[in-house]
């Protein structure tokens, strides 16, 4: 059974900088895996943000990037601001048209 | 512009089976793949499998292999996930969900509303 882990929860100020991360049981992340980066607000549908690594969607705002950081998939928010505050998921491909999800990341903007 | 609409709420008993559909607009259907994701309340976001309508190959998650099928219709650009004996436990949000793969990589873009699966006696 893969496990995907990221924190459960993260906080940040207005204007902030965070960096939430996505680890795989199988071992380190690579580009392979072709992280990708989802935000889900409450009552909505998940809205996708970085696609393998660090390649964004035409409707990412700048602020977001992806990385790779540690042997984990990253997410950066740069400037961060109270619209971001959501639930964070990434989703790694495992071959065999096979993926999983991490477990999510709540981030609170206070 | 790309859109994939669901069909409604449904409500099931214990053992029976659901079936929600996704229809595909504002892009060539043959040409992505379709994924399937739940969230149950309260819960995150789980991949349950995937088919690719150009020849109507399918994937699914270990959790789920023997208890859902996932098919399309061309002729319509619709994609269906039946999911079959349900429990509670499979009161979810289910949502469909568009992947790609291109020289970066796989990638999923847009995703549908979502269907609400309530499985209550």
């Known amino acids: 059974q893969i496990v995907v882990t990221q924190e459960p929860s993260l906080t940040v100020s207005p204007g902030g900088t965070v960096t939430l991360t996505c680890a795989s049981s199988?071992?380190?992340?690579?580009?392979?895996?072709?992280p990708n980066w989802f935000q889900q607000k409450p009552g909505q549908a998940p809205r996708a943000l970085i696609y393998?690594?660090?390649n964004k969607h035409s409707w990412t705002p700048a602020r977001f990037s992806g990385s790779l950081l540690g042997g984990k998939a990253a997410l950066t928010l740069s400037g961060v601001q109270p619209e971001d505050e959501a639930e964070y998921y990434c989703?790694?491909?495992?071959?065999?048209?096979?993926?999983?999800f991490g477990g999510g990341t709540k981030l609170t903007v206070l | 512009q790309v859109q994939l609409v669901q069909s409604g709420a449904e409500v099931k008993k214990p053992g029976a089976s659901v079936n929600v559909s996704c229809k595909a607009s504002?892009?060539?259907?043959?040409?992505?793949?379709m994924q399937w994701v739940r969230q149950a309340p309260g819960q995150g976001l789980e991949w349950m499998g995937m088919?690719?309508?150009?020849?109507?190959?399918?994937s699914y998650a270990p959790n789920f292999q023997g208890r859902v099928a996932v098919t399309r219709d061309t002729s319509t650009s619709t994609v269906y996930m039946e999911l079959n004996s349900l429990t509670s436990e499979d009161t979810a949000v289910y949502y469909c969900?568009?992947?790609?793969?291109?020289?970066?990589?796989?990638?999923?873009?847009?995703w549908g509303q979502g269907t609400l699966v309530t499985v209550s006696s």
């Open positions: 504002g892009y060539i259907f043959t040409s992505s793949y």
């Open positions: 088919i690719n309508p150009n020849g109507g190959t399918t």
């Open positions: 969900a568009r992947g790609r793969y291109d020289s970066t990589g796989y990638y999923s873009d847009y």
């Open positions: 989703l790694l491909y495992y071959g065999g048209a096979h993926w999983v």
């Open positions: 393998s690594t660090d």
């Open positions: 199988t071992g380190a992340v690579s580009s392979g895996y072709s």
